[in-house]
């Protein structure tokens, strides 16, 4: 039988170079991303980081080369992402940051393609122990000024609401409600430093005040004021959005309403640059992360394993833990690139 050290040179030089050709193929297919730089972008929320972190970690074993994350706020990201000054960002909620998305120019300039993770609710709550006491259920029963200054925390006379942070997109749902409620004279919005504004309020909650406050699911906030246990949430009388979405209902599918819609979060990124790697597209569009896991390591955080440090090792213990489900998207995006 001919073996390649007995071919004729031509026939031999012939096998040699596709040998090469397949193998360096291989390499290619398994390192689509090589060469290539990755800008990660995130908002101030400390709490987004294990997310983040587990996209840029697919990242690398696909061969980016990825920088490390920039905090900017919702607005200035999603044009960042559109004009090409970052690459992705794994936090966008769709429809609560719709008018950043469409500002920034739409599908036209970014890429939006399947869902990191859904389910995502938001709405007001207050200590169940005043609710149950005074029969409050509704947000619009705070209309009343005396039903208000249950949630007084500085003698002003009006129920302090520990509102969301300017520049996230919920202060703009938030501000709209005090009007369509009619509750601009008996409740202040508190805006600032969210991760602040709730330490306050759950002080107070543990000193067995009452507390009324903004929040949403995922996040570790509800794993300490427990719906249901510690705290209830208020449905709204009827629906108001600002803007485009005035005619947009907020039920859910069991009849409450929160006054908010449910979101689902994806990773967005460059159109252009998703377009040039389909690798990185296709991880895009397939990566999911389950409301669950997000809270119990945002829990985990506000339990005070918050450094950097303690967040890669949450991370990586994720993808130990779900090694399967990682590799598979990690192999349909390699396929993506062929």
């Known amino acids: ?18 040998v090469c050709l397949a ?14 730089e990755v800008q990660p972008l ?35 990201g999603h044009v960042a992402l559109a004009n090409g000054d970052a ?7 769709d429809p609560l940051h719709i008018d950043f998305y469409e500002t920034a120019g739409g599908d036209e300039k970014l890429f939006r393609e399947g869902v990191y993770s859904a389910g995502a609710l938001q709405g007001y709550l207050i200590d169940k122990a005043t609710a149950d006491k005074h029969g409050i259920t509704n947000v619009e029963q705070l209309k009343d000024p005396e039903i208000a200054k249950l949630f007084d925390s500085n003698d002003d006379g009006k129920a302090d609401l520990a509102g969301c942070t300017p520049g996230w997109g919920c202060e703009k749902i938030i501000e ?13 919005h508190n805006q600032g430093s969210y991760s602040a504004v709730m330490a306050d309020t759950i002080a107070r909650y543990e000193q067995g005040e009452p507390v009324f406050y903004y929040t949403w699911t995922p996040y570790w906030v509800s794993g300490v004021l427990v719906p249901g246990k510690d705290v209830v949430w208020l449905q709204v009388p009827f629906s108001a959005l600002p803007g485009e979405r005035t005619d947009v209902d907020t039920s859910l599918p069991d009849g409450s309403n929160y006054g908010f819609q449910a979101n689902t979060q994806h990773i967005i990124a460059n159109r252009e640059w998703a377009e040039a790697n389909p690798a990185a597209a296709r991880l895009f569009a397939i990566m999911e992360l389950s409301n669950n896991d997000i809270s119990a390591q945002n829990l985990r955080m506000r339990d005070g394993e ?20 990682f590799d598979a998207w990690l192999e349909q995006a390699r396929a993506a690139a062929e």
């Not at 390649?4 to 096998?15: G, I, M, S």
């Not at 696909?62 to 920088?67: D, F, N, S, W």
């Not at 918050?306 to 990586?316: K, M, V």
């Open 1 to 18: 039988m001919p073996t390649a050290f007995n071919l004729n040179p031509r026939l031999r030089t012939a096998l040699f170079s596709a």
């Open 23 to 36: 193998g360096g193929t291989a390499v290619a297919s398994e390192l689509p991303g090589e060469g290539i």
């Open 42 to 76: 995130k908002s101030s929320i400390a709490e987004e980081t294990f997310q983040t972190l587990l996209v840029m970690k697919a990242l690398e074993e696909l061969g980016y080369e990825v920088e490390d994350i920039k905090e900017i706020e919702y607005a200035a």
């Open 87 to 93: 690459t992705f960002m794994a936090d966008h909620w």
């Open 176 to 188: 709209h409600h005090l009007d369509a409620y009619g509750l601009r004279d008996t409740v202040t």
């Open 306 to 325: 918050d450094s950097a440090r303690d967040i890669e090792r949450h991370t990586d213990a994720w993808i130990k833990a779900h090694r399967d489900t």
